[in-house]
Nanobody, 125 residues
Framework: QVQLVESGGRLVQTGGSLRLSCAGS????????MGWFRQAPGKEREFVVV????????LYSDSVKGRFTFSRDTAKNIVYLQMNNLKPEDTAVYYC??????????????????WGQGTQVTVSS
C-alpha cells in the first residue's frame, strides 16, 4: 500500500516561488506514474504534472508549463514540485498522486489510486 504525504504549501505573493514535497512509503516511485493534481475553490480537480521516470517522460499541463518543475530524490523516495512565477490562479489544494505506469493521456484523476491528503497553496495578488 502506497502512502503519500505532502508538505510545503503556504501563502506566497504573486511572482514568488514555492517548492512542494511528497514523501512516499510502501513502494519505490520508479514503479509508478507520479504526479500532482490541484483543486481550486469552486472548481474541479485538475491535472498539473505527471512523470514516469521508468519511461523517461514528464507531462505538464499548459497552465504550468515553463513555470513548474517536477523532480525526485530516488534515495529518499520524495518527489518535488518547484513552482516559480506563481499567479493568483495557482491558488489551490495540491495533491500528490501515484498510479500505474500504463496511464492514458491526458491524465485523469480516476487513474490514480493513491492520493496524499493535500497541501494548501495560496498566492496573493
Amino acid at each position: 500500500q502506497v502512502q503519500l504525504v505532502e508538505s510545503g504549501g503556504r501563502l506566497v505573493q504573486t511572482g514568488g516561488s514555492l517548492r512542494l514535497s511528497c514523501a512516499g512509503s510502501g513502494g519505490s516511485f520508479s514503479r509508478y506514474a507520479m504526479g500532482w493534481f490541484r483543486q481550486a475553490p469552486g472548481k474541479e480537480r485538475e491535472f498539473v504534472v505527471v512523470g514516469r521516470w521508468s519511461y523517461g517522460d514528464t507531462l505538464y499541463s499548459d497552465s504550468v508549463k515553463g513555470r513548474f518543475t517536477f523532480s525526485r530524490d530516488t534515495a529518499k523516495n520524495i518527489v518535488y514540485l518547484q513552482m516559480n512565477n506563481l499567479k493568483p490562479e495557482d491558488t489551490a489544494v495540491y495533491y500528490c498522486v501515484a498510479g500505474p505506469l500504463g496511464i492514458r493521456t491526458p491524465p485523469a484523476e480516476n487513474q490514480f489510486p493513491y492520493w496524499g491528503q493535500g497541501t494548501q497553496v495560496t498566492v496573493s495578488s
